[in-house]
């Protein structure tokens, strides 16, 4: 699998990877300290994230984290270039 992402929230660490238009395919979580997944998916059953939603929904300030990676990796935030003055007239 290529462009494996990691997001950690709430002790908890998500393995993810976006895949097709602008989709998340959740494929593990584990304890942040831990290495035995807490939860896992085979790769002909990987839920996207508004199932992942639906089947844990005790993990979403996970869910809210790795949304908000994907889009920030999506969408970097642009170099403020200009600043703006104003003036009367």
Partial sequence: M??????????LRATWRPFQDY??????????????PIVSFGPEGFPD???AREL????????DAVRHDF???LIPPQPRSRQW???RF
């Fill in 2 to 11: 290529d462009d494996i992402r990691r997001t950690e929230a709430d002790g």
């Fill in 23 to 36: 989709l998340i395919s959740i494929v593990a979580v584990h304890e942040e300290s831990g290495a035995t």
């Fill in 49 to 51: 994230l508004a199932q």
């Fill in 56 to 63: 844990l929904p005790e993990m979403n300030k996970l869910w």
């Fill in 71 to 73: 889009w920030t990796k």
């Fill in 85 to 87: 003055r104003w003036t």
